[in-house]
């Protein structure tokens, strides 16, 4: 009951935010951009083989200047022991029969941020808020997701410092149950930066840190680098490469993203 309630409460939250940012975006003409890219990941997550997964996500944005909303649509293909279940964003839980591969439409995510919650020019200090709904819909029965939603909010803090941004966040998911597995909320947190080497190319670094969904495992702790560069005013490239410090965490991984905005 009392998971039911924390979930209401964040349905809740969400639902007021979106209706805020709504009434704010009619306002202003908006910004389209679409980007899409490939992620591989790579990782035994306390198993005994290695649990291989390639996500190739689709994603709309909607910018309005201050609110922008996110829908994002991702094929996947795991190949991992049967058995397994594939928790995108989360820890794999490895199974123990053969090495199968899976594929198909992951888990759908919808998200709303609102930029600039807090702004301070003097301090160059400013601080975003985001709500977020990832849908149960990839196939539990192929094991490349839990079947069920999971909701969260998150802040990410900025402090500017000429080329130089430092970067941090904190947010909490609430995770839905599958059958026959019971998981936990999460607390989610993130820290590094980004510096500007010319106008158009960003270099960076960012450590995750995530709590486990499952009693008794490890946390997850990952630390991303990445360079990104504009190769025209409308397009821009980005390519990253992490690697994982715990049983729960992948053992390396990499990709590289491409994004467009349509009407700058």
């Not at 969260?152 to 000429?162: G, I, L, P």
């Not at 499952?214 to 490239?237: A, K």
């Amino acid at each position: 009951m009392k998971m039911k309630v924390i979930q209401l409460i964040s349905l809740f939250g969400y639902a007021i935010m979106l209706q805020s940012a709504m009434a704010v975006a009619q306002n202003n003409d908006p910004e389209f951009t679409l980007s899409s890219g490939i992620d591989f990941t790579t990782g035994t997550y306390g198993g005994d083989v290695d649990i291989e997964d390639i996500y190739v996500p689709i994603t709309a944005t909607v910018d309005y200047g201050r609110i922008a909303f996110r829908l994002t649509v991702p094929y996947l293909s795991v190949s991992a022991p049967e058995g397994t279940v594939f928790d995108s964003g989360g820890v794999p839980l490895p199974g123990s029969g053969a090495l199968t591969t899976e594929s198909g439409l992951g888990d759908v995510i919808g998200s709303v941020t609102v930029y600039d919650v807090i702004n301070n020019h003097r301090l160059g200090f400013a601080m975003d808020l985001t709500g977020k709904v990832k849908f149960g819909t990839a196939d539990e029965d192929k094991g490349l997701g839990t079947g069920e939603s999971d909701y969260s909010v998150q802040a990410d803090f900025y402090k500017f410092a000429d080329q130089l941004t430092l970067l941090s966040s904190v947010g909490y998911k609430f995770r839905g149950d599958p059958t026959g597995i019971d998981l936990n909320n999460v607390l989610m947190a993130s820290l590094g930066g980004t510096y500007k080497l010319t106008p158009d190319v960003n270099v960076g670094m960012i450590f995750d840190f995530r709590e486990s969904a499952i009693s008794g495992n490890d946390d997850i702790q990952e630390l991303t680098g990445f360079v990104s560069r504009r190769i025209r005013e409308d397009w821009r490239l980005q390519v990253y490469a992490l690697t994982g410090f715990t049983d729960s965490s992948p053992d390396w991984g990499g990709g590289i993203q491409i994004k467009r905005t349509l009407n700058r």
